[in-house]
């Protein structure tokens, strides 16, 4: 597990290192190029979409405070917040509830890629080796030494698609977590029932593997992944694409240039112009996001003092 800390962390952030300077570079291209404030937008992502990725926010943020107060307990800050929450038996609560409706997430988001296959009728191999397909295929790994040449300035910007290769290794983040963290703990919930017919010294393997799991995914998602999404200059301060499930034309073309030209060849394009959210919703959209980022940065910055000068 803490190889695995490790590695993930120092390759991670290797590539964040590198993207930085071209994401400054970009930003200082595109600060002319402002798209139009009533332009017709791309819709990206349905109204499912939207929602289940606002309750993954929330579930997770949720259980990265209540978790993090348990592991780093011998600390102020964990007490302090511990009894914020109401104690550690209710943060406990807080915890199991907020695992639940992860789960629930992964259920409903399962279900409905089940649902569109049957609703377009297509067939699974179209679905999971199809030109849109979330699974990693020669392209990401062509995209992913592109960028690395792009990074040290020994080639051009890639050409992404709908799916960058980093958006496809957040993907299946969750479902390792699902698999991984959600095992574990269902585990350590229930295990009066689980030793029954499993050996008790697994708990203890469960507890180390929940545990560090768990610091892993939280590290990662408020660092790598909210760099990747929100703070590279590029996007910074905040791309609400998550939320409105909407984006300029302009940026379609510059972020997703395969996908643009790949729905203009097709004549599908039109077929998925909406018109923009009012001021007042998208205001309300970056509130919601910025109390998501700045809470997540919190709990980094405690983890990290945990780590440093206090750790057991």
Partial sequence: MTALLIGTFTVSGAHTLMWLPRAVQMRRQNAGAQAETHAMEYERFSRLNRILHVLMIVSFISLALTGMTLKFSYTRWAGALSRLLGGYETAGYIHRFAAGVMIGVFVAHIYDLVRRKRATRTTWKSVLFGPNTMLPTKKDLSDFVGSIKWF????????????????????????????????????LWFSEFFTRFLPGWLLNVATIIHSDEALLATGFIFTVHFFNTHLRPEKFPMDIVVF????????????????????VASGELEKHLVEPYPPIVVRTIRFFAWAALSIGFLI?????????????
């Fill in 300 to 312: 980094v910055v405690a983890i990290v003092y945990a780590m440093l000068f206090a750790y057991r």
């Fill in 244 to 263: 409105t499930g909407r984006m300029p034309i302009e940026e379609l073309k510059r972020d997703k240039p395969e996908e643009y030209e790949a729905l």
């Fill in 152 to 187: 040290l300035g020994l080639g051009r910007r890639p050409q992404y698609g709908r799916w960058t290769y980093w958006e496809k290794f957040d993907y299946f983040a969750v479902f390792w977590g699902i698999f991984v963290i959600g095992s574990t703990g269902l585990t």
